[in-house]
């Protein structure tokens, strides 16, 4: 998602409220974004397999499926369509995140949200009435599509502002649960989402897709009942002598503010872990975009159909919950309690860990030949998915708080160029991979789990050399390899 799913783009406010209406207001959250994560897991599959209908019937004479039936071409400009499409959705949030960051501290939290879920709508609605007239409609015309997400900036500006909500609501301490459970709602959505697809698609392929919609409508009339958060404060009227001084005021701290950002830069930009860790997140975002190749290739690699396919994802979905839920928890209780490890150490082993976990299970599902192959690769793939958020612990205790704020938009901007840069990057590379064919098709995700490589040597440079700059008294207590 430029900005992060875990990073807000607004200051948090420090209104007090009930402890019995915070919750009731992070169980009406993670009922909405439920809601609109089942929409998505449920018209994932369905609308891939429409995809790769409209494009067999362009590339493919009725009636035929010999040579003139170029199904390699057919899945090459399905994953081109799917690539530039998740490229484009960025644009809108890379552009706007600010904008309407500031105006979600203006006017409140819950309008902008609304806006977010207008334009969310309307872009998902072209998609599918493209995908509907696909006989009259060229199916490329997907990618207009996100221009109607220029209202609200998109998905990353709406889960920001949700984080932000929490942050309103919750202490420091709540606040780690109160994400845990958003975060855990998404992976349940994607657990119950799939196999009812799948389910439906055995009785019309266009059926859970055009359900989705009624989904996100739900979603959208469920932010009605969000309270504001944003904290009042009673207005003022300056004297005219007032207004100039706050003019005066106003552009010294605008000159003190780029300053400040020129230094903060300047700081970030020559601390050489900083940048090696910044390249973690640029990868960990670009690698995590070849899972929407993941139907594709396994309904090619093992001739299912997307149906069959798409009961890969509670896999990954289930992998990922009880990580969060159980693994990580225990692993990291251990390795303080038992092991006796700094913070700093514990996340450095368990970045590393991740790291091979997602490049091994990357390979996993590219050399795979049986389907037991690729479910084993994609529960290792999984068990590394908190790499990033390892990495952001790793990184934020290397840079003096005063810095923090340039820290986390130099991050945010890495993330976003990964995931731009992804689409086009994996559709290139699974076209490829197809047209030299055997376990070339895989290239993707050969690409991937290289890459995932290079994550883990720069997590093993970076912290060793944060290490050596000691920079924080006592936070290397252990060897780090």
Not at 51 to 57: A, F, H, N, Q
Not at 262 to 281: E, G, K, T
Not at 311 to 317: A, D, T
Not at 359 to 383: D, E, K, R, T, W
Request: proline letters at 5%.
């Amino acid at each position: 998602m430029a900005a992060s799913e875990y990073t807000p783009l607004l200051e948090p406010s420090t209104r007090p409220q009930d402890r019995s209406s915070r919750w009731r207001v992070l169980a009406l959250i993670c009922f909405i974004v439920l809601i609109q994560d089942f929409a998505e897991y449920l018209s994932q599959a369905p609308q891939t397999e429409i995809w790769l209908e409209v494009v067999t019937r362009k590339f493919c004479p009725v009636g035929q499926d010999g040579p003139e039936c170029q199904m390699d071409r057919v899945q090459r400009e399905v994953a081109l369509l799917q690539g530039w499409k998740d490229t484009l959705e960025q644009v809108p949030g890379i552009l706007f995140a600010v904008p309407y960051g500031v105006l979600a501290d203006r006017i409140g939290r819950r309008p902008v949200l609304l806006l977010c879920a207008v334009g969310f709508t309307l872009s998902d609605t072209w998609t599918k009435a493209v995908g509907w007239f696909s006989d009259q409609l060229p199916l490329r015309l997907i990618w207009l599509g996100p221009i109607a997400q220029v209202l609200g900036g998109g998905t990353q500006v709406a889960t920001s502002i949700m984080y932000v909500i929490l942050a309103d609501l919750f202490s420091d301490e709540e606040q780690i649960t109160a994400f845990l459970y958003v975060a855990a709602t998404v992976l349940v959505s994607e657990i119950l989402a799939t196999p009812l697809s799948a389910l439906l698609m055995t009785k019309n392929i266009w059926l859970p897709y055009l359900l989705s919609p009624a989904f996100n409508a739900a979603g959208g009339l469920l932010l009605f009942f969000l309270p504001e958060t944003l904290p009042q404060t009673p207005p003022s009227q300056p004297s005219s002598s007032e207004q100039a001084s706050q003019r005066q005021t106003f552009r010294g701290r605008i000159r003190a503010g780029v300053d400040e950002l020129s230094r903060s830069i300047a700081v970030i930009w020559r601390h050489r872990p900083v940048q090696l860790f910044l390249v973690v997140f640029f990868i960990a975002y670009l690698g995590m975009q070849v899972m929407k190749l993941l139907l594709l290739f396994a309904a090619d690699r093992f001739h299912w159909t997307i149906a069959q396919a798409s009961f890969l994802i509670p896999v990954r979905g289930f992998t990922r919950l009880l990580l969060l839920l159980v693994i990580l928890p225990g692993i990291s209780r251990w390795l303080i309690e038992r092991r006796r490890m700094s913070p700093f150490t514990k996340n450095t082993r368990l970045a590393l860990t991740s790291s091979a976990c997602m490049g091994v299970g990357c390979l996993l599902i590219a050399l795979s030949s049986h389907p037991a192959g690729a479910v084993l690769g994609l529960v290792v793939y999984a068990l590394g998915s908190a790499m990033h958020l390892f990495a952001r612990r790793i990184i934020t205790s290397l840079v003096d708080a005063h810095h923090m704020g340039t820290l986390y938009t130099a991050i945010a901007v890495m993330q976003g160029i990964g995931v731009l840069v992804a689409g086009p990057m994996m559709a290139t590379a699974y076209g490829w991979g197809l047209a030299q064919g055997g376990v070339w098709t895989g290239a993707p995700f050969l690409l991937v789990g290289g890459l995932y490589g290079a994550a883990g040597l720069a997590i093993l440079l970076g912290s060793w050399e944060g290490c050596k700059d000691d920079l924080e008294d006592g936070r290397c207590s252990e060897t780090i390899g």
